[in-house]
């Protein structure tokens, strides 16, 4: 064997067997570095005569060949091992037991927020959010509540002690008709949406919590009339309550941000002791329960919001959502909502494969 193939053999064997990546290098710069003994060899042609140089190059040049490869073709296999070892290591076990039957449900609230959201879909309303601390021109002022207004007491508003961007204090809002004003100003008109969402008021019993849910309506457009709002509502209703004999009866009433406004009642029997939805509440055994807030939007509250009131006009309705939802699902204790009790909600809570549509019914039980 020459002396050349010798060095390689022993090259090349621990080039194999080489660890890991430091090791490696450190063979290369052994053999092929620029102290490295291969490369020495390689400087010993340029002082060989031409002759000598045409015979020995051939053999120096291979032995620098193989050992080149040998450490490249190492490397390779190091760094997939290496890439194999990390993998192993961020593996992710999928095979956990599913439980035998499906747990949790979908709260009412959240139930009921989403056959809203599904009802006013099919009549052209997009959904609109805002934050839930507010700032008090939202809240109040560009409702047409300036400082000092009464209607500002009735509220039973959290303040914090932060300073609002737009004067007075942040507060936790007190109910969703601050989205009105912010849709508006964000997207100009026409507007059509619903907002639903928490709200909040230092209030406390059977029937009212410090948290509760509204949804806000506005219709936002050209020539739009009470008409639009009665009919709207009434298509609303009668979807939500999935029967064609719902009766409103409009109350004149008082909003700041509405006018003229109304209160909207709807007509119930009673059966048995129970109210049941449907009917004129002035039919014998009947009565009218109020639901909700409503009216044509105030035209000071359209100009704070960036329109000009002469040529865009709208309607507005505010309702709480817990209270549609206990009267569909007949529940009688608002504070058992979000009191978390696991028999509470495994009782009145819905299958998250329950969605609801209008084909299939907005209040499809499973
Ligand atoms: N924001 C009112 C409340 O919380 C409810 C309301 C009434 C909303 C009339 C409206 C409206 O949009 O037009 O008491």
Do not use: C
């Amino acid at each position: 064997m020459s002396e050349h193939e010798q060095t390689a053999q022993e090259a090349l064997s621990r080039i194999a067997a080489a660890e890991d990546l430091t090791a490696l290098e450190a063979l290369r710069v052994e053999y092929l570095g620029k102290q490295g003994s291969i490369s020495a060899l390689l400087k010993t042609l340029g002082k060989m005569s031409p002759e000598e140089r045409q015979e020995k190059a051939p053999a120096i040049q291979a032995l620098r060949q193989s050992v080149a490869d040998a450490t490249a073709e190492r490397k390779d296999a190091l760094e997939a091992a290496e890439l194999e070892a990390r993998l192993a290591t961020e593996t992710l076990d999928l095979t956990l037991p599913a439980p035998a039957a499906p747990q949790g449900s979908v709260h009412p609230v959240s139930q009921v927020m989403d056959e809203l959201a599904e009802i006013f879909a099919d009549l052209g309303f997009a959904v609109a959010t805002g934050p839930e601390i507010e700032d008090d021109w939202y809240n109040f002022t560009a409702l047409n509540m300036p400082e000092s207004h009464p209607a500002r007491a009735m509220h039973d508003t959290f303040y914090f002690p932060d300073t609002a961007p737009k004067g007075g204090k942040m507060l936790l809002r007190t109910h969703t008709s601050p989205v009105q004003v912010r849709t508006m100003l964000a997207e100009g008109s026409p507007v059509r949406i619903i907002a639903p969402g928490r709200v909040y008021r230092s209030d406390s019993d059977a029937t009212h919590t410090p948290m509760f849910h509204q949804v806000e309506g506005l219709v936002i457009d050209k020539g739009i009339h009470l008409g639009h709002l009665k009919w709207t509502l009434e298509t609303f209703l009668r979807a939500f309550f999935e029967t064609e004999d719902i009766v409103l009866r409009l109350r004149p009433s008082y909003f700041p941000f509405t006018e003229p406004s109304v209160e909207v009642d709807v007509g119930f029997a009673i059966e048995n002791g129970k109210r049941i939805l449907g009917g004129s509440g002035d039919a014998p055994d009947h009565g009218w329960m109020e639901l909700l807030g409503s009216g044509m939007v105030n035209r000071r509250v359209i100009e704070m919001s960036g329109l000009d009131p002469d040529e865009w006009q709208g309607f507005a309705f505010g309702v709480g959502v817990d209270r549609l939802a206990m009267l569909k699902y007949g529940m009688d204790d608002l504070r058992a909502f979000f009191d978390g009790d696991t028999r509470w909600l495994s009782h009145y809570g819905f299958s998250p494969f329950d969605q609801p549509t209008l084909s299939a019914g907005v209040g499809a039980r499973a």
